[in-house]
Every structure is written in structure tokens, then in C-alpha cells.
């Protein structure tokens, strides 16, 4: 007030009229308390804020044009309130490409020709590999083997079966033969087999169950040629140890099969 009224006095002695600096200086004073009172209320009463979040589609700058429109609206039901729309980013090259290998894979047209074999030149595994539709034998309970693996599969459960045994046993059902082991691996298959492979040596014998059945029981055939190889099921790595057990333990190969080995780590 100080302020205003050494400026309304040196004004006038500049020869302005005092009337019209007296209409001045009450709009002045109207003008600032009208500023000073939406500040107090603005300060009492702060806009409360409401967020949708959204996923990034198309039409939303429309949405976040109308919510513009009905602004007041809502503030009428709901007092001082902002409304905010916090969309999600969209979605990236790698989410819109389809990445379930089991849905890529091209239909096939006649399962009953297919071989679990990748058919690469310098593979060893394929030899060993079965057809869709063969049928393991363990312990008086059948498994088909599915198509659509190859020996290039990774995370999954796979059978082995002894040959030899196996031609045993379809002459004599009476006998109980242990031939046949459940594995995992997250490796693609045949660097699996390749694993077992390694094995098959006098001073390596007991590190896998395999090797193990091969040199007690055909000594004289110690090959991992005797075996034939079947990838049953795809799954994720953490599910890889849930789904072993759960074939072991259905076809008992914990007990009458080639799972009970104890191999050397």
C-alpha cells in the first residue's frame, strides 16, 4: 500500500488528475485481491489426480480429447480433479513376432514318414533316431513317440532303449529286462548324445547309465550303436526335472530300468 500511494502522490505532481488516479488505484486493489483469493483457494483446494493406465492403441489421442472436454464436468461431481492417462509403451518387434516354436513349425502333412532325425551331414545322432508312430515297450506299458522333434531339439525329455534287449525280450515276455532310460537336457539333442557318447570307453564307463548297461550286460557289443534314441516332450527348462521324475516314476525305470544307475559325477 506504502508503494501504491508514493506513486498515486508523484502522479500527481506530474500534473495528472487525482480523480482518475483515485478510480485507478481501487481497481488496482480489486484486481489484487480477486489474484490474491484464486491463489488461497487454488492452495486450499489442490486438483486431485485420477490415472488411467492404458494400453498405447490408436484412438487415444481421441480419448485424451474428450476427457479434455468433460474436464468440468468431472470436477463438478468430483471437485478439483485431473484427469491423466498413463499408457503403456506398444508393443515391440520381438512381442509382435511369434515366437512358440511349436505353432511355427509347418504342419505335417503325413506324421507316419516322419524320423526324429535334423538329417545334417556331419550328424550321428540321426542314425539312432525313431519314427512318429514307433512304440517303446517299458515295463508292459506302451509310449508312442510324437512327431515334430528332431535331434536339433533343445529343453526335452527324451527315452533310450537298448536294442539288444529289446530283441530279447519280444522272443520271451517272461523275463524282465532293464533297457530303457528317461533323460533331460536344455542342450540341443544330439550334443546330449554326444555327451553319452563320450562315455562309451573302458576308463569313462560309469559316468552314464548307459555305458554302464552296455559294458555289464553286452560286453562284447560295448556301442552306444545298440541304443535307439525318441524325444517324447518339449516343456520349459524349469519343468525340465518335474517332467522327468513324472515318466520315470509312470514307467518305473527307477526300479526295473536303466534310471537306477549309479553314475559317476
Sequence with gaps: QSDLQQ?????????HDMAKLDNLEVKVREQSWSSSATTVEETAHPKTNIVFPVQYFFELPQLKAVLRDIESDIEVLLGPTKIVTASKKGRSIGNKILRNSSICRAPIEDSSNWVQSCNAPRCLTCKHMCKAGDVFVVNDQTLKVPAKFNCKTRNCIYIAQCKLCSQIREGDYQVVYEDTYFGQTMQKFNQRVNGHRSCFKFEDRNKSA?????????????????????????????????????????????CLGLNRCKVER
Design 7 to 15: 506513486l498515486k502522490s508523484d502522479l500527481h505532481r506530474s500534473g
Design 210 to 254: 548307459l555305458s554302464i548297461h552296455a559294458f555289464e550286460h553286452h560286453g562284447c557289443n560295448f556301442s552306444i550303436e545298440n541304443y535307439k534314441f525318441a524325444i517324447l516332450k518339449e516343456c520349459n527348462p524349469r519343468a525340465l526335472n518335474r517332467e522327468e521324475f513324472r515318466y520315470i516314476e509312470r514307467y518305473r525305470t527307477n
